[in-house]
């Protein structure tokens, strides 16, 4: 059987999480791992279509699909996040539909369930057969027990595929909406006593629902309100997971693009903060 493994990590063939793909892959030489790197070359994967093509059509001829990836603050990475989103704005959809897949990821186990919960009804909601996810630590693959629990794993995954296991979908689909948000008369506005308020959202469309409801909170604080569309913040890229902040609490992207200065002010420097975003 051929399996796609979607690699979730920035550090591409360095990554830790790509180790435990590859040790299934040696335990399973019968079968075909084949990796493509999501989070480190999704700059290339989005602008070009060859790349894009390239992981869909492998996706498409693939008996199984997993999503390997490393935690970051909570959930995965903003490039897999993004790749995800590409699919469904591009309609790739049908590629991944009737497909089974599983979930594997490396972290210190805090909140993996939720990066892992967030797979799987994407999973869901591409049409995929979602069969089973594994949790590792950073260093769970140095120890013999703990490499034949993967190995289970690997092996409940593949009968999954070839017995054609059925399962059950958890998760609900979102539906789109046809609401339209008009706000109404604005109420005496709350005196916050000097607070710094400061909303951060993501609207790219001026008449948005999301748009008028920022304006509509801004208006129902007194004095001023700093108002931050991420759009117009310089992001360079994601956390390469390069861990320099450890120690110095510094950022290797530091003076490279606006983050680090948007983040310490306003936001860092905000007395109430407000986050406003579509799902």
């Known amino acids: 059987m051929k399996i796609i493994v979607l690699n979730g990590s920035p550090k591409g063939d360095l990554s830790v999480t790509l180790q435990y793909a590859n040790f ?3 335990a399973f030489p019968q079968h075909e791992f084949k990796v493509h790197h999501i989070a480190q070359r999704i700059k290339a994967i989005e602008a070009k279509q060859e790349e894009w093509d390239k992981i869909i059509a492998d996706v498409q001829t693939a008996d199984g699909v997993l999503w390997a990836f490393p935690l970051y ?83 409940h995954f593949l009968q999954a595929i070839q017995d054609h296991e059925p399962t059950l979908r958890q998760f609900s689909p979102l539906v789109p909406g046809d609401f339209v948000y008009r706000p109404g008369a604005a109420l005496a506005p709350v005196d916050v006593a000097g607070k710094k308020v400061v909303i951060v959202h993501d609207s790219r469309a001026l ?9 509509r909170c801004r208006a129902a604080f007194a004095g001023d309100v700093t108002v931050v569309n991420l759009y117009d913040v310089d992001i360079k890229a994601g956390c390469q997971g390069c861990l320099q902040c450890g120690a ?4 290797a992207y530091e003076g490279k693009d606006g983050f680090i200065e948007f983040y310490r002010s306003p936001v860092m420097a905000a007395d109430i903060l407000i986050y406003a975003g579509a799902i």
Do not use: W
Request: with cysteine; hydrophobic share 45%; glycine share 4%.
């Open 24 to 26: 299934l892959a040696k």
């Open 73 to 155: 603050f909570l959930l995965v990475h903003a490039h897999y996040k993004r790749f995800i989103e590409l699919v469904f704005e591009r309609g790739a959809q049908k590629a991944f539909a009737g497909k089974y897949a599983a979930s594997l990821s490396t972290s210190i186990h805090y909140y993996d369930h939720t990066a892992h919960e967030y797979i799987r009804a994407v999973s869901e909601d591409l049409g995929m057969h979602f069969a089973d996810s594994f949790s590792a630590e950073m260093d769970d693959l140095l120890e013999k027990p703990k490499q034949a629990t993967l190995v289970q794993f690997g092996a």
């Open 248 to 251: 110095a609490n510094h950022c």
């Open 207 to 215: 008449d948005s629902n999301l748009a008028h409801m920022v304006e």
